[in-house]
């Protein structure tokens, strides 16, 4: 279990630090309430940006997008608003993005899925 954990954390790290490189602003990372938890929410410079973070060893059991369902793009987009409504930020636009890890030698290969919902 600490070894997936372990993976997971890595993951969003290098998340982080590929979404800065972009030249967002990392406003909040694995916010939780009642309903449940967003792994990074972010500022592109026009708006505010949950990003959901899929992180894999390798492709052997799939694509991590793919753990992307319809039921799972509604709860994002319903704590997206949780969150926005917590931070005072309700009426600004917002999206959800998912950005697909997978285990490449001492790194990740990003693939970064935009406007899920």
Known sequence: MNAHINLGR???DAAVDYLVGLG????DRNWRCREGELDIVAHDGRRHIVCEVKTRRSARFGDPLEAITTDKAARLRRLAWR????HGVGGAPMRVDVLGLIGD???FS??????VC
């Open 83 to 86: 969150w926005a409504a917590a």
């Open 110 to 115: 990003i693939d970064h899925l935009r406007e």
């Open 24 to 27: 967002w602003t990392i406003i």
């Open 10 to 12: 890595r993951g969003e």
């Open 105 to 107: 030698g001492d790194g």
